[in-house]
């Protein structure tokens, strides 16, 4: 059985986990980039082409049920490889 696909918040596409990224809402309410993907907290997966990304920080709040600073998940989206 294979694995299973996670949604990117931004285009609602499933795809495989390794073809996403994955933000991460630590404890003390701050978001970050998991690459490994496994930080506990809750998590949002993001597509890693240019559209997701710039359409992913207005969606990620909501998804991360945080209100996070969404100049700054752009930021943190622009800096992911």
């Known amino acids: 059985m ?3 696909g996670r949604t990117c918040v931004a285009c609602r596409a499933v795809r495989p986990k390794q073809d996403l990224v994955r933000l991460a809402r630590l404890a003390d ?3 970050v980039v998991d690459a490994r993907g496994r930080l506990p907290g809750r998590g949002a997966y ?4 240019a559209a997701c990304a710039a359409r ?5 709040p909501g998804a991360l049920r945080t209100p996070a600073d969404v100049e700054a998940v752009g930021r943190l989206l622009s800096e992911e490889p």
Do not use: K
């Open 2 to 4: 294979g694995a299973r």
């Open 56 to 60: 992913a920080p207005r969606r990620i």
């Open 29 to 31: 309410g701050s978001v």
């Open 46 to 49: 993001v597509c890693r082409d």
